[in-house]
């Protein structure tokens, strides 16, 4: 789920009034606020036309600053925008995952509503396809975000397992750890074919299909 599920880490979003009587929200300099805008903005270009057919000078002018002011909070240009737009894309799907979570171990219902979301946003699909790949070159700007990525998404995904054999004693037991790292290979390989085919590659019943081969169903 590499281009998918968001690292259980991911913060949560700072508009979110939930239980404000019982915690402050954090304060946001102007120059906080600045970065985040230039991030939105990098991530909206780049899911629209790919990372490499950005500039730094098409962010700047997308967000209503000047080049220079842009470097100013990034000096490592468009590399260390590009982690911050995959960390943020990260943050975004974590906080609505949080939002869902009614109950632990809702495995194909996770599946759908977060492979819905994937459905509708096609061109950040591809740029995580695209990234993840050149990322396995050990100099790539994101290659370390990407092997850490990939660390706690098999995390996430094994717990999510281990909670519904948890709550589900019928179903034979399985190596969860395994099942994760199928499960996300599974999900890097059907969202390339979903991208070259969308119209003839459904993934979301693909990846239920599989689910029900493991027992696991719709709760």
């Known amino acids: 789920m590499p281009s998918s599920t968001a690292p259980p880490s991911a913060a949560p979003d700072p508009s979110d009034d939930t239980g404000a009587s019982t915690r402050r929200r954090p304060r946001y300099t102007k120059g906080a606020r600045t970065k985040q805008r230039i991030v939105d903005g990098a991530l909206e270009l780049f ?15 997308h967000v209503g600053l000047s080049h220079v002011a842009v470097l100013q909070h990034f000096d490592g240009g468009k590399d260390e925008l590009l982690i911050q737009v995959l960390r943020r894309r990260d943050e975004r799907e974590a906080e609505l995952q949080a939002t869902e979570r009614a109950s632990t171990g809702d495995v194909v219902g996770f599946v759908r509503r977060l492979l819905g979301r994937e459905v509708a946003q096609p061109e950040l699909v591809s740029l995580y396809v695209k990234m993840a790949s050149e990322a396995t070159s050990a100099d790539h700007p994101a290659h370390d975000y990407f092997v850490e990525r990939y660390h706690q998404v098999r995390a996430s995904a094994a717990h ?22 199928q499960a996300i290979a599974l999900i890097d390989g059907i969202q390339v074919q979903w ?19 493991l027992g696991i169903r719709d709760a």
């Open 160 to 181: 999510g397992f281990r909670a519904y054999l948890a709550q589900h004693p019928e179903v034979p037991p399985f190596d969860v750890d395994l099942v994760a790292r």
């Open 47 to 61: 899911a629209s036309s790919g990372f490499h057919a950005v500039s730094v000078r098409d962010i700047a002018a």
């Open 195 to 213: 991208l070259l085919e969308p119209e003839r590659i459904d993934m979301v019943e693909t990846l239920v299909a599989w689910l029900a081969t």
